[in-house]
C-alpha cells in the first residue's frame, strides 16, 4: 500500500526534529554537558537602586555587665573626654568547643552531573571592576575617563565616556544583553576642571585639563583610548551599561540626586550634632595554665 502524499509530508516533518536533534548531540563530545548559547537580549539592572534611605537600624547588643561580687580589680583612664573602664573580673564558664563536623560524604555521581548542569547553564556573577574620574565644567557636559578590567585581567581597557557614571554608581548589578550576570565594583572620583584651575592658580600652579575627545551628541557613547581589545565581546559589559544608562537614565539620575541629598543632610546634622564620646567599661578575667607536672616517664 502507497502513502499518500500528505501522509509522506507528516512523516518528513516528524523526521526533520529528530535529525536536527541528532546533530546537535553528535556535536556534543562524550562525557560533557551541552550549554545552551545565550542569545541577545535587553540589558537590565538586578535589584533596587540605592537612593540615600539609611537602612534599618540594628537591634541594640544586650550590654555585658559584671555583677559587683565578681569585679576582683578596677582601674579608669581618661582619653578623649570620655572614661575607659579596665575591670579585672572572675572568670565565666564558656560553652564547650562545637564537635568537628563530619567528614564530607562522596556525592553520588548523577547528582554531581546535575550540579555541573545546572551550573553550566547558570554561570556565576562576573565581578566587573571599574575605575572611573568624572569630569565636569561649566562650558561642557559631564566626560568620564574609564579603565575597565576584562574579566578581572591585568591588562585594562580606558575609555572615554559621554555617561556621568557617578549616575551609574547607583548600579550594584546588571544582566548584560548576552544574558551574563556582573556585579559592580567602581572606584568613582570627580574633578571640576574649573575649581580645580583657580585651586591650582592660587598657588601659582597651572593645571592642564585631560584632553577630553569630541564624542557624539545626543544618547551616551563611548570612544576606546588607546588599545582596543583583541576579543570584542569584552566590550559587551560596557555596551550593556551605557544602554541602561540611555533607556534608565530618568531613573538612575533621581536615585542618585537623592543620594547626594540624604549624604548632605548627614553631614550637616554631624555639625549641628557632633557625636559625644561615650564612657567604655571594658571587663577580662584571667586563665592560669596548669603547672606542669614533675618528673615525668623518659
Known amino acids: ?32 554537558i551541552a550549554v545552551p548559547v545565550a542569545l541577545p537580549t535587553t540589558a537590565r539592572i ?23 561580687k565578681d569585679v576582683l580589680a578596677t582601674t579608669t583612664h581618661q582619653q578623649g573626654g570620655r572614661t575607659i573602664t579596665i575591670q579585672r573580673i572572675k572568670p565565666i564558664a564558656l ?11 562522596a556525592m553520588d555521581p548523577a547528582l554531581r ?40 585581567n591585568s591588562g585594562a581597557v ?19 544583553t548576552q544574558g551574563q550576570t556582573h556585579t559592580i565594583l567602581m572606584i568613582l572620583g570627580n574633578v571640576d576642571i574649573d575649581n580645580t584651575t583657580e585651586l591650582f592658580a592660587a598657588h601659582g600652579h ?25 576579543d570584542e565581546s569584552a566590550l559587551v559589559p560596557v555596551k550593556s551599561l551605557h544602554d ?20 548632605r543632610q548627614r553631614e550637616a546634622d554631624l555639625k549641628a550634632n557632633p557625636p559625644k564620646p561615650k564612657d567604655i567599661v571594658l571587663s577580662y578575667w584571667r586563665t592560669d595554665k596548669p603547672a606542669p607536672a614533675k618528673g615525668g616517664a623518659k
Open 1 to 32: 500500500m502507497k502513502a499518500t502524499p500528505l501522509v509522506l509530508v507528516a512523516i518528513m516533518a516528524l523526521a526533520a526534529p529528530a535529525r536536527s536533534q541528532d546533530v546537535q548531540q553528535a556535536a556534543v563530545a562524550p562525557g560533557s
Open 46 to 68: 538586578l535589584g533596587d537602586i540605592p537612593d540615600g534611605t539609611p537602612p534599618p537600624s540594628a537591634p541594640p547588643k544586650p550590654a555585658f555587665v559584671a555583677p559587683a
Open 95 to 105: 560553652p564547650p568547643p562545637p564537635d568537628p563536623e563530619p567528614a564530607p560524604v
Open 206 to 230: 597651572n593645571y592642564i585639563a585631560p584632553d577630553i575627545p569630541k564624542l557624539p551628541v545626543g544618547q551616551a557613547n563611548f570612544v576606546i583610548a588607546g588599545n582596543a581589545p583583541s
Open 113 to 152: 552531573d546535575r550540579v555541573a548542569a545546572y551550573q553550566a547553564a547558570h554561570p556565576r556573577a562576573d565581578l566587573l571592576c571599574l575605575g572611573a574620574t568624572v569630569y565636569r565644567s561649566k562650558n561642557s557636559p559631564p566626560r568620564t575617563l574609564v579603565r575597565y578590567w576584562p574579566n578581572g
Open 158 to 176: 580606558t575609555f572615554w565616556s559621554s555617561a556621568d557614571f557617578a549616575i551609574l554608581s547607583g548600579i550594584r548589578s546588571f544582566v548584560d
Open 244 to 263: 541602561l544608562y540611555n533607556g534608565e537614565y530618568q531613573r538612575l539620575k533621581t536615585a542618585y540626586e537623592s543620594r547626594e541629598r540624604a549624604n
